[in-house]
């Protein structure tokens, strides 16, 4: 009750899913500005607060580092709403820049540092037993000096516990990797570097790369545009709770594919790619691996925050 009388609630920046989002002042220094979000009390947990909730709280006052959204406190109000007090990051997304092709225009180095950030935060993440487990361009915030921060940690929890089954119906379904799609309960960091390499895609093509309407059309989508998961290419993925097929079989696709559609990015950045979209999760490189990779000293070096494009 406290923590709350520090700050004065503003007008409303928007609805997500689980919260409303509130600009607000810090009392005593009101040019300091900051985002509450109001998370929605879900009915099902009437008795003490949403398990989201709790999760985004708890591993987001861990995670100090520049490219991952602060978390200046939490607090209660009257109607048992939890609220969030963080970082005000004024500058939209990067679905929007992604979408907006009229408007905003960027190149490999854009891409190359907006990738460097979401590889540093995602490896912050994964060094601090955390997953993020959601993943996508409308969770990528800018703030005000272009940093790119990952937002939204709605999902996140900590995998320390690796015996404790995880529900597979977690990260919106685009940017799920197959593991989760055939309904793997012990899944791992591997999971998020999915979801990058989806990002890096969609940044390049500026549209997603794998849009399936429903599961069994994005498991289709995986097969056509990075192969076809089987015994071979991925040892035990048949035994997977949900795993399915079509009749056909696409073998991997090899570098020429990759290179006809994301070329742009050079040798290096499609190595790159193809590495984060390694079907078996054991096999697909980590983040700590994807930050030593030769892709980010080579040219085009990457654009400098302050220069990079910014939402019209
Ligand atoms: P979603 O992930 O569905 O967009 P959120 O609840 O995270 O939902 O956010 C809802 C909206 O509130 C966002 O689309 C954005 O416009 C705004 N918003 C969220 N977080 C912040 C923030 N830290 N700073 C400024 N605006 C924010």
């Given amino acids: 009750e406290d923590e709350k009388r520090k700050y004065i609630k503003g007008k409303k920046l928007g609805e997500g899913t689980y919260a409303n989002v509130y600009l607000g002042q810090v009392r005593n220094d009101p040019s300091q500005l900051v985002a509450i979000k109001k998370i929605k009390i879900n009915k099902e947990y009437t008795e003490g607060m949403s398990p989201d909730a709790v999760r985004e709280i708890k591993h987001l006052q861990e995670l100090d580092h520049p490219n991952i959204i602060k978390l200046h406190t939490v607090f ?111 899944y791992s960091a591997a999971v998020d570097v999915w979801s990058v390499g989806l990002v890096f895609a969609e940044l390049v ?13 994005q498991i289709e989508l995986i097969c056509k545009g990075v192969g076809t998961p089987t015994e071979e290419n991925w040892p035990g993925v048949t035994k997977l709770p949900e795993y399915t097929i079509g009749n056909q079989i696409t073998p991997v696709l090899g570098k020429d594919h990759y290179n006809a559609l994301f070329g742009t990015v ?15 999760p054991r096999k697909r490189i980590t983040a700590r691996d994807m930050l030593k990779h030769p892709w980010w000293h080579k040219d085009p070096k990457p654009t400098r925050k302050k220069e990079l494009p910014r939402k019209s």
Avoid at 100 to 117: F, L, P, S
Avoid at 205 to 217: D, H, I, K, S, V
């Fill in 205 to 217: 093509m500026r549209a997603p790369y794998l849009a399936g309407n429903t599961e069994l059309e």
């Fill in 76 to 186: 209660s109000s009257k109607d048992q709403n939890l609220n969030l007090v963080l970082e005000f990051l004024p500058l939209g997304d990067l679905e929007i820049l992604i979408k907006d092709t009229a408007n905003v225009h960027y190149g490999v180095a854009d891409t190359k540092a907006w990738m460097g950030m979401l590889t540093r935060a995602v490896w912050f993440c994964h060094e601090n037993f955390v997953l993020h487990r959601d993943i996508k361009p409308n969770n990528l915030l800018i703030a005000a000096d272009g940093e790119v921060k990952l937002a939204d940690f709605g999902l996140a929890r900590s995998f320390s516990d690796p015996y404790r089954p995880m529900t597979s119906n977690v990260i919106t379904r685009w940017y799920r990797p197959p593991e989760l799609l055939f309904g793997a309960r012990h």
């Fill in 266 to 280: 050079g040798n290096e950045g499609v190595d790159l790619l193809m590495k984060t979209l390694i079907l078996d």
